[in-house]
């Protein structure tokens, strides 16, 4: 079991900048490659970003590449989503989600996650 808690959401100017935290426990976070979704109110779920266990490799939704920067430090069992240059079209709650994978492995969107947070919420005012 892993469990996992969200944490740094909130209200932000357009332009400006949040970094979100995803705190796992339960002793497998280390050894599970890492997402980022996000739902918008009346929207369906959609990937934003990924990286492998060992935080050697990621993968970005196209709109968000430029902009967002996932990571990740195992010794606190702790992702992260770095989100810059927020846009009208980033409110969303997010979250965070985990599977199991070989080391090195970057997880997709299509990927069968088997942990989720709550989300934390993000609101970009104009």
């Known amino acids: 079991q892993v469990q996992l808690v969200e944490s740094g959401g909130g209200i932000v100017q357009a332009g400006g900048s949040l970094r979100l935290s995803c705190a796992g426990s339960g002793g497998r976070f280390s050894r599970c490659g890492m997402a980022w979704f996000r739902q918008g109110a009346g929207e369906e779920r959609e990937f934003v970003a990924s990286?492998?266990?060992?935080?050697?490799?990621?993968y970005y939704l196209d709109s968000v590449k430029a902009r967002f920067a996932i990571s990740r430090d195992n010794a606190k069992n702790t992702g992260y989503l770095q989100m810059n240059s927020l846009k009208p079209e980033d409110p969303a709650v997010y979250y965070c989600?985990?599977?199991?994978?070989?080391?090195?492995?970057?997880?997709?969107?299509?990927?069968?996650?088997?942990?989720w947070g709550q989300g934390t919420q993000v609101t970009v005012s104009s």
């Open positions: 989600a985990v599977l199991p994978l070989p080391a090195g492995t970057t997880p997709g969107p299509g990927g069968l996650y088997d942990y």
């Open positions: 990286i492998s266990s060992t935080g050697s490799s990621t």
